[in-house]
């Protein structure tokens, strides 16, 4: 059997205890305002949706339209921008090209208790084509009709600027700047309309915004829309022009809100029944297996504490995992193989002494024995946690294209938190091998070089000395 030598506890105990600190607390500084962040902590973790409270919604194609996949990434790309123009930064969408779905996720937006999810849902969704046209005629419905249906002079393609402004009345309009194209074709347009002194009506969808009469020729390009209710009405507008109109229109396929207070206690209560546990089965561990015990509950504080580094990124360049409530159930999970892992290997080495062992020679014999039941346990797992990862989450992770036959089958807009539940089960069940096997090795090697630590009672076993 190699020899350790009795520091080797010392260090491995002082590692995990440096990087527990580091991974709950963080090391960061504040000068004034500024606060530089040198290792995430706890608090830099991004709490999931059913968590911090937020809207979960899939859109889909209305009825008899199949998009191919440049269109979905052309949706994709625009419903970002759409997020964004509403002050929602942290956000997720993705697409799932099998089913012509697009995913979103967005938080509730921070400090604004009239936050509307539906309204900003159809948002989202609404095509905004954006037309002008010759007249305004309109039938029952209030759509375009006549003329003003058949002669499109400008399309939303022709606009390269929308800004919003304020007119001599102080009353908001929009500006228009048209590329060289639109620019060309509504000059030909107001050429012909001044001399009836006609009308250019705008039309968002079918929806008529405004009609002005042409009064002159314009030649540079620049198109004004009035009649905006308000500034927010107006930026509105302005935004789904620079967004641009979506390729064919979305549909919702489903929607879910999640209270802020209702996710914020779910975690709560999952984080309280995570540390009594946690207690209790640390309590059970000692009291059965004493030294062994001791060294597993310090080898699990370590496997929680690499979980919590690989969710919050650690470093600052390095992105942090959202993490959701079944992301949460993930952890505790592999904390119940973790302690799984301590009780066989704890279990091998009783076994070994009550057959003559000496605590030595039962330590190494139990590990050869134990650890390859946890190995083979432990992979088993990895590849579940690889599947649920490549089914239920972004179709551009490594693990959907690695199992992409899974993937079209499930999709992504089956359930999206369960990548959270697969990223955390994955993480804490390669700790558990780093820390339950290797770590729990070297401690247990280091501790019984101590003379005092060599009873077998010490270790579960019967009183009986080496």
Same mark, same amino acid.
């Given at each position: 059997?190699?020899?350790?030598?009795?520091?080797?506890?010392?260090?491995?105990?002082?590692?995990?205890?440096?990087?527990?600190?580091?991974?709950?607390?963080?090391?960061?500084?504040?000068?004034?305002?500024?606060?530089?962040?040198?290792?995430?902590?706890?608090?830099d973790?991004?709490?999931?949706?059913?968590?911090?409270?937020?809207?979960?919604?899939?859109?889909?194609?209305?009825?008899?339209?199949?998009?191919?996949?440049?269109?979905?990434?052309?949706?994709?790309?625009?419903?970002?921008?759409?997020?964004?123009?509403?002050?929602?930064?942290?956000?997720?969408?993705?697409?799932?090209?099998?089913?012509?779905r697009?995913?979103?996720?967005?938080?509730?937006?921070?400090d604004?208790?009239?936050?509307?999810?539906?309204?900003?849902?159809?948002?989202?969704?609404?095509?905004?084509?954006?037309?002008?046209?010759?007249?305004?005629?309109?039938?029952?419905?209030?759509?375009?009709? @006549?003329?003003?249906?058949?002669?499109?002079?400008?399309?939303?393609?022709?606009?390269?600027?929308?800004?919003?402004?304020?007119?001599n009345?102080?009353e908001?309009?929009?500006?228009?700047?048209?590329?060289?194209?639109?620019?060309?074709?509504?000059?030909?347009?107001t050429?012909?309309?001044?001399?009836?002194?006609?009308?250019?009506s705008?039309?968002?969808?079918?929806? =008529?915004?405004?009609?002005?009469?042409?009064?002159?020729?314009?030649?540079?390009?620049?198109?004004?829309?009035?009649?905006?209710?308000?500034?927010?009405?107006?930026?509105? =507008?302005?935004?789904?022009?620079?967004?641009?109109?979506?390729?064919?229109?979305?549909?919702?396929?489903?929607?879910?809100?999640?209270?802020?207070?209702?996710?914020?206690?779910?975690?709560?209560?999952?984080?309280?029944?995570? !540390?009594?546990?946690?207690?209790?089965?640390?309590?059970?561990?000692?009291?059965?297996?004493? !030294?062994?015990?001791?060294?597993?509950?310090?080898?699990?504080? @370590?496997?929680?504490?690499?979980?919590?580094?690989?969710?919050?990124?650690?470093l600052?360049?390095?992105?942090?995992?959202?993490?959701?409530?079944?992301?949460i159930? @993930?952890?505790?999970?592999?904390?119940?193989?973790?302690?799984?892992?301590?009780?066989?290997?704890?279990?091998?080495?009783?076994?070994?002494?009550?057959? @003559?062992?000496?605590?030595?020679?039962?330590?190494?014999?139990?590990?050869?024995?134990?650890?390859?039941?946890?190995?083979?346990?432990?992979?088993?797992?990895?590849?579940?946690?690889?599947?649920?990862?490549?089914?239920?989450? /972004?179709?551009?992770?490594?693990?959907?294209?690695?199992?992409? /036959?899974?993937?079209?089958?499930?999709? /992504?807009?089956?359930?999206?938190?369960?990548?959270?539940?697969?990223?955390?089960?994955?993480?804490?069940?390669?700790?558990?091998?780093?820390?339950?096997?290797?770590?729990?090795?070297?401690?247990?090697?280091?501790?019984?070089?101590?003379?005092?630590?060599?009873?077998?009672?010490?270790?579960?076993?019967?009183?009986?000395?080496?």
């Amino acid at each position: 059997m190699r020899r350790v030598s009795k520091s080797v506890f010392f260090f491995v105990f002082a590692a995990i205890v440096t990087m527990s600190a580091a991974a709950f607390s963080g090391v960061n500084s504040q000068w004034g305002d500024i606060k530089k962040v040198y290792i995430k902590g706890a608090e830099d973790i991004r709490w999931g949706i059913d968590i911090k409270g937020g809207v979960d919604v899939t859109f889909k194609p209305e009825e008899g339209v199949q998009p191919n996949k440049e269109n979905m990434l052309i949706a994709e790309d625009i419903i970002k921008q759409r997020l964004l123009d509403q002050n929602i930064a942290d956000s997720e969408v993705y697409t799932d090209y099998n089913k012509g779905r697009v995913i979103v996720r967005f938080p509730w937006k921070q400090d604004e208790a009239e936050f509307d999810p539906e309204e900003a849902i159809k948002e989202l969704a609404a095509t905004a084509k954006l037309t002008f046209r010759e007249g305004a005629e309109r039938d029952e419905q209030g759509k375009p009709k @006549g003329v003003t249906l058949s002669n499109v002079v400008l399309t939303g393609a022709d606009v390269q600027q929308a800004y919003v402004r304020y007119d001599n009345s102080n009353e908001p309009t929009i500006s228009l700047e048209l590329n060289k194209e639109g620019a060309k074709k509504f000059q030909e347009a107001t050429s012909k309309l001044v001399k009836t002194n006609g009308q250019i009506s705008i039309w968002m969808d079918d929806e =008529l915004i405004s009609a002005p009469r042409v009064q002159a020729e314009i030649t540079d390009g620049k198109a004004m829309i009035n009649g905006m209710g308000n500034i927010n009405e107006a930026k509105k =507008l302005a935004n789904k022009i620079n967004d641009g109109a979506l390729p064919f229109k979305l549909v919702t396929d489903n929607f879910s809100v999640i209270n802020p207070t209702l996710g914020i206690n779910a975690r709560d209560a999952m984080l309280l029944a995570a !540390v009594i546990a946690f207690a209790l089965v640390s309590l059970f561990m000692i009291f059965n297996y004493r !030294v062994s015990g001791i060294v597993y509950v310090i080898a699990l504080v @370590g496997q929680i504490s690499l979980t919590v580094a690989a969710i919050t990124g650690l470093l600052p360049f390095i992105p942090s995992f959202t993490l959701t409530l079944p992301g949460i159930a @993930g952890i505790i999970l592999s904390i119940g193989m973790g302690v799984d892992a301590g009780v066989i290997i704890s279990e091998r080495i009783k076994e070994e002494m009550a057959k @003559g062992k000496t605590v030595k020679g039962a330590i190494d014999v139990g590990f050869k024995r134990g650890a390859t039941a946890i190995l083979d346990g432990n992979t088993t797992v990895l590849i579940v946690a690889a599947v649920l990862m490549g089914s239920f989450g /972004p179709p551009s992770s490594l693990f959907a294209k690695l199992f992409k /036959p899974v993937f079209a089958w499930f999709g /992504p807009s089956t359930a999206g938190t369960i990548y959270s539940f697969g990223y955390t089960l994955m993480v804490g069940v390669i700790a558990n091998v780093l820390f339950g096997v290797l770590a729990a090795k070297l401690m247990l090697k280091s501790l019984v070089r101590f003379k005092s630590l060599k009873k077998a009672s010490l270790y579960g076993g019967k009183r009986n000395e080496e």
